[in-house]
């Protein structure tokens, strides 16, 4: 009975256990329908989404190979916009050169007497200046020696000058004319051999003249004022030279045997001395030089024979001082030859000091031609620069501008309207952007 209720009871499981698997079988097909239908319908919309694909990638692929040759032509077309702008740019640089060069010979030609006539005195200030430096050396140079060569030479002239004067004494004894015709021309080589020109640095034997240029006459004698010399000091200043001979006692004295007569012939020599001295002041030259002169207020009394002039002031030293206080300078050769020394010494600094007052008015001419010229060139620079605007403005509107005049006639000849093959219309120059 046991092993009857197994049977039965794994019977009855069998079968519960079938209804079971039935049932689940049952879900089982009725899910797998709907994921069957599903799966479907995932499928007819992959196969839908594939052909989409495909046709979007054969799209893509037509384009692409469209964008290649547009890529293509458009680098061709760049490659040749290129090159034509660097027709046109050469062709426009050929042409800008020329106009230039045009404009420059235009410009040359019309401003060549103007900066000619800028340049030509800026030329010729700098010559004068350079010469007038060249003479003011020269002069320097010429009159730069020691002083002890310039007194070595006034030296030997001075002993060459008394030689000549003591061989002249035994003829100059014997006629007071030509002993003082003898003294001036004795003068007259002093004032050559100190460089002194006449009719520049002194006048011989002229006549004293007033501000009308009338002849000067002595308020007491009444004869004319004329002086043996008038030595011109730089600045406009006189002195007077006037040349007295004294030989007569002097030569008495010179052959007196006793000394009862050497001292009369002396004293005689003095007094001689003593007169012309006195005469001199009694002329008082410088109250009659006028004629815008400015006169020093004593005059020169030149002994020219240098043993007689010594004689007298040895043995009376008086004679000098009075003669000083009568404003009457008494001097010999040697004296008197340092002093026309000292006064070349004066005009040589005088024209050294004129050449360089020219030489700094020639600077100033030279500075006021080179600012004149700076500020013309300055001017021509800028009507370059004028001209250079205009061309560019006028090219712009004729060539490379968007509203050129050859833009619109090319946009003519797109319509339709006829080209001169002969006289061709240049393509208007592009600005290609990067």
């Not at 698997?21 to 007819?44: A, F, Q, S, W």
């Not at 893509?60 to 740019?89: D, F, I, P």
């Not at 004329?226 to 006037?242: F, K, M, S, T």
């Amino acid at each position: 009975m046991i092993v009857l209720y197994i049977i039965i009871g794994i019977a009855v499981g069998a079968v519960a256990l079938y209804l079971l698997m039935d049932r689940k079988m049952d879900h089982l097909r009725i899910e797998g329908g709907k994921t069957g239908m599903e799966l479907k319908l995932k499928n007819e919309q992959l196969a839908e989404s594939t052909s989409r694909v495909r046709h979007l990638e054969g799209e893509n692929r037509e384009l692409h190979a469209r964008a290649e040759a547009q890529m293509r032509e458009l680098q061709l077309l760049h490659q040749q916009m290129a090159e034509e702008s660097q027709r046109h740019e050469e062709r426009f640089k050929n042409m800008a050169q020329q106009l230039l060069e045009q404009s420059a010979q235009k410009l040359k030609q019309s401003n060549t007497e103007t900066i000619s006539g800028i340049t030509q005195p800026l030329k010729d200030a700098i010559a004068n200046m350079q010469k007038a430096i060249s003479e003011n050396q020269k002069e320097s140079a010429a009159h730069s020696a020691s002083f002890r060569e310039q007194m070595l030479m006034m030296m030997q002239q001075t002993q060459q000058l008394g030689e000549k004067a003591e061989n002249l004494t035994n003829v100059l004894r014997r006629d007071n004319k030509v002993s003082g015709n003898m003294g001036e021309i004795i003068l007259g080589d002093l004032l050559n051999s100190q460089g002194l020109t006449e009719g520049i640095h002194y006048e011989v034997q002229a006549r004293l003249r007033d501000e009308l240029g009338r002849p000067v006459k002595h308020d007491e004698t009444g004869r004319e004022m004329q002086p043996d010399v008038i030595l011109h000091y730089p600045q406009g200043q006189d002195a007077i030279i006037d040349s007295k001979v004294s030989l007569v006692a002097y030569e008495k004295y010179v052959n007196a045997e006793t000394p009862e007569d050497k001292e009369r012939y002396l004293q005689d020599h003095i007094k001689s001395v003593r007169q012309h001295v006195n005469e001199l002041a009694r002329k008082d030259y410088s109250k009659y030089v006028k004629n815008g002169r400015d006169v020093v207020d004593f005059v020169i009394m030149f002994v020219p024979f240098e043993s007689s002039l010594q004689l007298a002031l040895a043995n009376d030293p008086t004679l000098w001082r009075e003669a000083f206080e009568k404003k009457v300078f008494v001097t010999g050769e040697q004296n008197l030859l340092g002093i026309l020394h000292m006064i070349h010494i004066a005009w040589v600094q005088n024209q050294q000091a004129e050449n360089q007052e020219k030489v700094f008015g020639l600077a100033e001419q030279l500075l006021d031609r080179l600012g004149d010229f700076v500020q013309r060139y300055n001017d021509l620079g800028s009507k370059i620069e004028a001209v250079q605007k205009a061309y560019d403005n006028t090219n712009n509107k004729l060539i490379t501008g968007r509203q050129s005049v050859t833009q619109k006639a090319q946009e003519l000849i797109t319509l339709g309207a006829k080209e001169n093959p002969n006289r061709r219309i240049p393509t208007p120059e592009l600005t290609i952007e990067s």
